[in-house]
């Protein structure tokens, strides 16, 4: 990589200067319909592109029909959609963002900076902080008639990023969610029950589809969507988890599509308070784990270990510190050093919402029982989950499935302020250096500062990441051009097509 980070952030010109080369040079598409499956509840069915969407199958139809300021890259991790370039100030507090030449609702109209400027502040509104990265809804104005501003209370290098996904624009004040009159690339032609069509918009301002229309059919299992990509009912199974894939390997009809690095099935104990506050137990279950054998046995040898900190896939991710490994004898002695109670009987709760996740609560249930602590797994319905579990429960697990950066994670899970802070860790060294390095003015003290977070989260953290797993796809031998980005990334199908 010949560009520094901090050049790639402000690089926005160069790259949209490329997307409108490439629109301008519109070709023709190769055809076909797309049946894709992905993974949703009827129940929780969610047309609001602003709001939680907690279906893999609406996250999918809601990318393909409205376009986010910035998206996945793989080199650049950020690359333009609706927002051409961007440019920072020298505090890295105010951040301008030219829209895309030629960008048009599916209606016809163009967009103006209004329409964007109103969905940004509407996105503040429904979603918080965490999904607009900006302490106020009048943060966010207009300058002249393409360029809009995100003002920052502090230094923030990271706004390109933070931006990716979900900021899709609306037309101002749209009230109605079922019409989906986006400017992506595919417009929607119909939606029932979470299944939906979607036609190509020959209209989009880049590069033209390849394909004519996506289906999309919701499943409700993992079962269910690996046997319709096998038995030949969908072209694309996404995100459908590594025994599907085991399953696929080898028949030539068919191909495995691995995202490295792309899920992280791990455990949050909570800091503050209960039975996992000292640091010394963390250490100890930390110890407890043996993290080949959850690798091997949850994503079924598709992935590798980790080492208790988030954001694997970060150039900045520290690989000098030591990698943790299952010692059961340390881990006995720093339970006895704290004092804790191995005759209780403590809660694991978990969820079936994530490929593995139910299996991997089970797994290392069993394995914290050598080291002497009783585990119950409680398996419970995500909504019941996140109405009384998350944020609230001493060890519960979590699935984080977009690898962005240890300083993303860092700001958002573990940051004192934050409204996610999952295992309520507060921890003013790790404060600062958080701060420090959204803030940082050269790379070098950048990865300065992103190393001494990533030791706190290691020495004193309340998560237990023992792997990440590959994200695994299905598809028919005929899909081309599938995306490898991990995360959501897997979402950008417009360069997809049949052969």
Same mark, same amino acid.
């Given at each position: 990589m010949t560009a520094t980070r901090r050049q790639v952030l402000r690089a926005g010109a160069g790259l949209g200067a490329a997307l409108l080369l490439a629109a301008c040079a519109k070709g023709n598409s190769a055809g076909g319909t797309l049946r894709v499956g992905a993974l949703g509840r009827v129940s929780k069915l969610e047309r609001d592109p602003h709001a939680n969407l907690p279906n893999d199958s609406d996250f999918l139809i809601t990318s393909l029909v409205y376009d986010a300021l910035t998206v996945p890259g793989n080199n650049p991790n950020v690359v333009p959609r609706l927002a051409s370039s961007w440019e920072p100030d020298a505090q890295h507090t105010r951040w301008s963002f030219t829209l895309a030449e030629?960008?048009?609702?599916?209606?016809?109209?163009?967009?103006?900076?209004?329409?964007?400027?109103?969905?940004?502040?509407?996105?503040?509104?429904?979603?918080?902080?965490?999904?607009?990265?900006?302490?106020?809804?009048?943060?966010?104005?207009?300058?002249g008639s393409n360029r809009i501003v995100l003002q920052t209370t502090s230094p923030n290098t990271q706004i390109p990023l933070l931006v990716r996904l979900m900021t899709f624009t609306l037309k101002q004040g749209t009230t109605d969610f079922t019409k989906a009159v986006g400017t992506g690339p595919f417009t929607l032609e119909s939606y029932r029950q979470g299944n939906a069509r979607l036609v190509r918009n020959d209209q989009w301002y880049g590069p033209a589809p390849k394909l004519d229309a996506i289906e999309v059919s919701l499943f409700e299992s993992v079962d269910a969507l690996s046997n319709a990509a096998i038995s030949g009912q969908i072209d694309l199974a996404s995100n459908v988890g590594a025994i599907a894939g085991r399953t696929a390997e080898g028949r030539g009809d068919l191909q495995v599509v691995r995202r490295p690095n792309d899920i992280a099935l791990a455990l949050a104990m909570r800091t503050s308070d209960g039975p996992f506050a000292d640091a010394r137990v963390r250490e100890a279950l930390r110890l407890a784990v043996d993290r080949d054998?959850?690798?091997?046995?949850?994503?079924?040898?598709?992935?590798?270990?980790?080492?208790?900190?988030?954001?694997?896939?970060?150039?900045?991710?520290?690989?000098?510190?030591?990698? !943790?490994?299952?010692? &059961?004898t340390r881990a006995r002695t720093?339970?006895? %050093?704290?004092?804790?109670?191995?005759?209780r009987t403590y809660q694991l709760y978990t969820k079936a919402e994530a490929a593995g996740e139910v299996e991997s609560a089970k797994l290392f249930a069993t394995q914290a029982r050598e080291a002497g602590v009783q585990l119950e797994v409680v398996?419970?319905?995500?909504?019941?989950?996140?109405?009384?579990?998350?944020?609230?429960?001493p060890l519960y697990t979590v699935n984080w499935g977009t690898n962005d950066s240890t300083l993303f994670y860092a700001a958002k899970l573990m940051n004192s302020a934050s409204n996610r802070n999952e295992t309520a860790f507060?921890?003013?060294?790790?404060?600062?250096?958080?701060?420090?390095?959204?803030?940082?003015?050269?790379?070098?003290d950048q990865a300065a500062d992103?190393?001494?977070?990533?030791?706190?989260?290691?020495? !004193?953290?309340?998560? &237990?990441?023992?792997?990440?797993?590959?994200?695994? %796809?299905i598809a028919s031998s005929r899909v081309r051009d599938l995306p490898t980005l991990g995360g959501f990334g897997r979402m950008q199908l417009e360069r997809t097509w049949l052969a």
């Open positions: 030629g960008a048009r609702f599916h209606d016809g109209s163009a967009v103006t900076v209004e329409d964007v400027v109103w969905s940004l502040r509407r996105l503040r509104e429904v979603g918080g902080e965490s999904k607009m990265p900006v302490s106020r809804p009048e943060d966010i104005t207009a300058d054998a959850m690798v091997t046995q949850v994503y079924s040898g598709y992935g590798g270990v980790a080492n208790d900190i988030l954001g694997t896939g970060d150039p900045l991710y520290d690989k000098s510190i030591p990698q !943790r490994t299952r010692d &059961l720093l339970l006895a %050093d704290a004092r804790f109670d191995t005759g398996v419970q319905e995500s909504n019941t989950f996140y109405d009384q579990t998350w944020l609230k429960a507060h921890d003013a060294e790790f404060d600062a250096a958080t701060t420090a390095s959204l803030a940082a003015p050269t790379d070098a992103s190393r001494a977070l990533q030791r706190i989260q290691y020495d !004193r953290g309340g998560y &237990l990441v023992w792997g990440m797993g590959d994200g695994i %796809d």
